[in-house]
């Protein structure tokens, strides 16, 4: 299956719940799916979403 990805990086001021909350709803309205997370030294978290190519277009995500 082939797939898109959305690299975000969340600054190290938000904490793992508010990081989880935004996923989610990226999840939940761009059908996105986590498929990394990696914090960084600095605090920082690179996530790295996707989803199943489709014909339509659907809204990227938002940081």
Excluded at 22 to 34: P, T
Excluded at 40 to 58: E, F, H, S, W, Y
Aim: glycine share 6%; aromatic share 6%; net charge positive.
């Amino acid at each position: 299956m082939d797939y898109e990805y959305a690299p975000l990086r969340l600054p190290p001021d938000i904490d793992r719940l508010t990081a989880a909350v935004r996923l989610a709803i990226q999840a939940e309205y761009g059908g996105w799916e986590l498929a990394r997370v990696r914090l960084m030294k600095d605090g920082t978290r690179q996530v790295l979403l996707r989803r199943p190519l489709r014909l339509a277009i659907l809204p990227g995500p938002s940081a």
